[in-house]
């Protein structure tokens, strides 16, 4: 409130009595002696302002202390409510959790009251991987009978007495026309792919440790054969460089290709500075020679396999983990066991046999054969809780060919370690494209023609390497050579190659020795410069394309099913039907790409070799997790989860869900909905499941946070199959019934390979 200035008149009435006036001041006088006198004012800057009174009522120490009370007061009374609030809220929560507690017990006692049920079920249409286990073991015995009975000549690969007739023929057969050798080679090379697809596809039950061996070094011996019966081919061409004499240079070039092979060879026939360089327009690979070879008598030769046979045999031998399906009686067993006797599992599966073989190389440096068993051995002595050692052995179902690339992530016992930054590591770069040979040879001497003889001088060396840089100048300073290499357009190089050469003294790919890498991607060439002659090879990052950014399977007709791959680089397409697989397209950046591969049915083993082959790997190894970052997975969630998805891959779709990065290791998380047509409308729903137990999630893929909390009216169950057929029409489950065992295992095979549950 402003303050105010209140003036106070005094009036005083005058009795009116008979007075002698003239002794009183007149009234005037009175009013100015009662009235205060007016402030004094001056006019010379106008009138002087009022001044407010700015101070504030000074509260006594009484109201202060009542002001007080009373605020004590209401904030007691504040207090009080909030408390009584937080109670009732409290209470209004143990109460929801008591209810939900009770719902989700009722939920898990139901679950547990039909789990047998289920899960013998479940195993029932588990028969169909044994169904096909065993289709595929009388399918081997009927193609070794087939061929017993074509009698063609051709050796069986896997019988030991045959295949080395064979070898000993080819050696002493001594045509060495290249045409020829070309030819032979294609059959050397299907032989090599048949026990290379044996060793791969065969389950280890049904091959011994000896066999095994046997056929790695069948393998071996016939890569070194092949190699030798190529190094007679070119010194025979090269007796008759002469009639392959380039009409402006003098010098006798020669190209023969096949698909398999490709010979680039020239001869140094007029030894002149001036034709130092030379171009091979067939292949578009070329070389520049130091000045002292120019004038030398020497040949160069590019050979060119497109294969790779140089690399240890492990690499060239990676199976695919597989399935071990029990039989009915054991099935049905296991599903006791697994609520029952959790022990007696851990048991057996600590007795389960080991890893089958991989190759190593002997102290003398030659590669030979050894059982993968041997190496596997770092597997058993990997430390776990107990608790994750009974969780991870209760798979029976899985051999130690699944649980090994998923379990042996915590070991690395056996592991060497590279210090050398010059030696390649095989577990993270591959080749691709193939391998280069390229040697500088002396040139033998040249066939003569005398009347109707061809005279020509024999050399008991052979074909022979012509040393450069000089033995004897080793501290001396020789150019490198200089080569360019033209890029297979079969193969699909995401970034610029790695350039490597073969050391044969360590087994090994090394980068140092070579210089001066020129990359041009519009070309698809590489220029180089190489120390010495070396055997090359252009290795890429074999997890480019890992993690996945998404993936999809979805039925589209009766056991035929297209699952979509799309990582960083490519989008991959791959129809399955029945047990063989088509790779549909190659999609790297909107165009359609590896078309010599595409539309081709194969088996899921050989659309893996050849994809990887052509530079596009979605086939995670077994020491993938150490060089990509993954959401790794416990193996009971996600090698039952392939399984059970591939039982009803017939009528379901999956599909990637970005929650399944947030639901930790003992659960998977994907996106499942009924799909009976191909052009419908896919109504996604999410799906947790941790290999025992599966649930209905309530979020969806655009809620903001991950919960576990269960959708409305649904419940628990067993097993994926009976999680989805609560909501299924009866035409999808008809599907799944009547599903091809066949189409089942394919669809297996090619979830187990490209592992979409972890590296995505």
Not at 35 to 63: D, I, Q, T, W
Not at 407 to 429: C, G, P, R, Y
Not at 668 to 676: A, R
Request: proline share 4%.
């Amino acid at each position: 409130m402003k303050p105010s200035l209140e003036v106070t008149q005094t009036v005083v009435r005058i009795a009116p009595t008979v007075t002698n006036f003239s002794a009183f001041p007149c009234t005037a006088c009175l009013l100015r002696r009662l009235l205060p006198s007016p402030p004094h004012r001056e006019y010379a800057h106008g009138p002087k302002k009022k001044k407010k009174s700015g101070g504030k009522k000074k509260v006594s120490k009484a109201e202060q202390l009542r002001l007080q009370k009373e605020e004590e007061e209401r904030r007691r009374k504040e207090e009080e409510e909030a408390r009584l609030q937080a109670q009732k809220e409290e209470a209004a929560r143990l109460e929801k959790e008591r209810i939900e507690q009770e719902q989700m017990e009722k939920l898990k006692a139901k679950d547990q009251e039909r789990r047998e049920a289920e899960l013998a079920e479940l195993h029932s249409l588990e028969q169909k991987f044994l169904s096909a286990q065993q289709w595929k073991t009388d399918y081997r015995a009927h193609a070794k009978w087939e061929h017993y009975l074509r009698c063609d000549g051709s050796p069986d690969p896997t019988v030991l007495q045959e295949i080395n007739t064979f070898m000993s023929l080819w050696r002493e057969d001594q045509n060495e026309d290249i045409q020829l050798v070309m030819e032979k080679g294609e059959q050397v090379l299907n032989l090599i792919e048949k026990l290379q697809f044996i060793l791969s596809d065969t389950p280890p039950n049904e091959i011994t440790e000896k066999e095994t061996v046997q056929y790695q070094e069948s393998i071996l011996e016939l890569q070194n054969l092949l190699h030798q019966k190529y190094n007679g081919a070119t010194e025979h061409l090269l007796k008759t460089a002469n009639m392959y004499e380039d009409s402006d240079t003098g010098n006798m070039q020669a190209v023969m290709k096949d698909k398999n092979v490709t010979f680039c060879i020239w001869a140094n026939l007029k030894k002149k500075v001036r034709f130092k360089n030379h171009v091979f327009y067939d292949t578009q690979h070329g070389f520049d020679l130091p000045k002292s070879l120019a004038v030398s008598s020497v040949a160069v030769r590019i050979l060119h396999t497109h294969y790779d046979h140089v690399s240890p045999l492990w690499l060239q031998c990676q199976s695919v983990p597989q399935l071990e399906v029990l039989d009915s009686k054991d099935l049905t067993q296991h599903s006791k066991d697994n609520v029952e006797e959790p022990e007696e599992e851990e048991k057996k599966a600590r007795e389960e046999p080991n890893m089958p073989a991989e190759e190593e190389t002997c102290s003398d440096g030659r590669k030979s054969a050894i059982s993968l068993k041997e190496k596997s051995n770092s597997v058993a002595h990997i430390n776990e809780t107990e608790e994750e050692t009974e969780k991870k052995s209760e798979i029976l179902d899985i051999t130690p060919q699944v649980q090994d690339p998923l379990v042996q992530e915590e070991t690395n016992e056996k592991e060497e370690a590279i210090t050398d930054e010059n030696i390649v590591n095989l577990q993270q770069f591959v080749p691709v494209g193939g391998v280069y040979h390229i040697d500088v040879l002396h040139l033998p001497p040249q066939v003569k023609q005398l009347k109707d003889w061809s005279m020509v001088e024999l050399l008991d060396s052979g074909l022979e390497a012509y040393p450069y840089p000089p033995e004897e100048a080793e501290d001396a300073m020789h150019p490198p050579i200089q080569i360019t290499l033209r890029l297979s357009d079969n193969v699909m190089y995401f970034e610029d190659p790695v350039i490597a050469r073969w050391d044969p003294a360590g087994q090994q790919w090394r980068t140092d020795g070579i210089s001066n890498i020129t990359y041009k991607t519009q070309e698809k060439s590489i220029t180089f410069g190489m120390a010495a002659f070396y055997t090359i090879a252009l290795l890429q990052d074999t997890h480019l394309n890992m993690p996945y950014q998404a993936w999809q399977l979805q039925p589209t007709g009766m056991d035929e099913a297209l699952l979509v791959v799309t990582t960083v680089f490519a989008t991959i397409q791959i129809q399955i039907k029945g047990n063989q697989c088509m790779l549909s397209s190659v999609v790297v950046e909107e165009k359609d790409v590896l078309s010599h591969i595409t539309g081709k049915w194969i088996s899921p083993i050989d659309l893996r070799t050849v994809l990887k082959k052509a530079g596009v790997n979605i086939f995670p190894g077994e020491y993938s997790h150490k060089y990509v970052s993954v959401n790794k997975k416990a193996p009971l969630a996600e090698v039952r989860a392939y399984q059970q998805m591939a039982l009803i891959a017939s009528a379901f779709a999956f599909a990637w869900s970005k929650w399944n990065l947030e639901a930790g290791q003992e659960q998977v998380v994907f996106k499942v909905s009924e799909h009976l047509k191909a052009d419908s409308v896919k109504d996604w729903s999410l799906y947790m499941f941790d290999g025992q137990k599966a649930q209905k999630l309530k979020i969806t893929e655009t809620s903001e946070a991950f919960s576990e909390e269960l959708e409305e009216d649904s419940e628990f169950h067993s097993t994926l199959y009976h999680m989805l057929k609560d909501a299924a029409s009866k035409e999808a489950i008809d599907k799944v019934e009547t599903a091809s065992f066949l189409f089942v295992d394919g669809v297996y095979q090619l979830l187990l390979a490209t592992r979409v549950l972890t590296y995505s």
